[in-house]
């Protein structure tokens, strides 16, 4: 168990540039969620995965921004024509069965939109 | 509005003092967690909580959630320096399956 990896731990893009993250979630864990955190606020919830199935989108999850899951393994999220709003954490989480195992979070990729 | 209010959002105590952050929900919660965060990191899960009235303790850090699983206390006891950080409450609220968080609670520690 190596715990849930993202990639890269920071990122620094020009405002109109693409983006993307990836997440690898703990092996045997099946769901899969991604979240948004700023400065001096608690994570907020953008989508989340059941193996390759995405169940739920936020409406914070506007259309500049996708996530695919393929396979039920690794995730990625994108985000395109970068703005300065979406300068931020982005968290993501696995669990085999939250409500018996909880969440596991990794350590996040911040993103810094200039 | 938050779906979840922590109290309180900020908090600087001496070292060796104990403290309390709560989190309130005006829904009933399925499932509450409290996490660690060091400014720029990932969470640390500390502890989770299912049923009404069931309080967990780990080290020093001490939680409970009500009988009506509607709030729930992190209580620490003899603060030390390593305490410092935010903590954040995230809940299990509806029965989504997907956690809803708290705005947070910077925790600072004075020597």
């Known amino acids: 168990d190596t715990g849930v990896s993202q990639d890269p731990r920071h990122k620094i893009t020009k405002r109109g540039q693409n983006v993307t993250f990836r997440c690898d979630p703990i092996?045997?864990?099946?769901?899969l969620y991604w979240y948004r955190q700023t400065l001096g606020q608690g994570p907020e919830f953008l989508t989340y995965?059941?193996?390759?199935?995405?169940?739920?989108k936020s409406r914070l999850l506007s259309d500049r921004f996708s996530a695919e899951r393929p396979k039920g393994s690794f995730s990625t999220l994108e985000i395109q024509r970068t703005e300065q709003g979406d300068s931020a954490m982005y968290l993501c989480?696995?669990?085999?069965?939250?409500?018996?195992?909880?969440?596991?979070f990794g350590s996040g990729t911040r993103l810094t939109v200039v | 509005s938050q779906e979840l209010e922590q109290s309180p959002q900020s908090l600087i105590v001496q070292e060796g003092k104990n403290l309390t952050i709560n989190c309130t929900s005006s829904?009933?919660?399925?499932?509450l967690y409290w996490y660690k965060q060091k400014y720029g990191e990932g969470l640390i899960f500390l502890m989770m909580?299912?049923?009404?009235?069931e309080e967990k303790s780990h080290e020093k850090i001490t939680a409970k959630l009500d009988e009506k699983k509607q709030q729930s206390s992190l209580h620490i006891t003899a603060s030390q320096p390593s305490h410092a950080g935010i903590y954040l409450c995230?809940?299990?609220?509806?029965?989504?399956?997907?956690?809803?968080f708290g705005q947070g609670t910077r925790l600072t520690i004075n020597p």
């Open positions: 989480a696995s669990s085999r069965s939250p409500r018996d195992y909880g969440y596991t």
């Open positions: 092996s045997e864990h099946n769901r």
């Open positions: 995965f059941q193996n390759e199935a995405q169940l739920e």
């Open positions: 829904k009933t919660l399925y499932g």
């Open positions: 909580l299912q049923k009404g009235g």
């Open positions: 995230g809940a299990d609220i509806g029965g989504a399956q997907k956690l809803v």
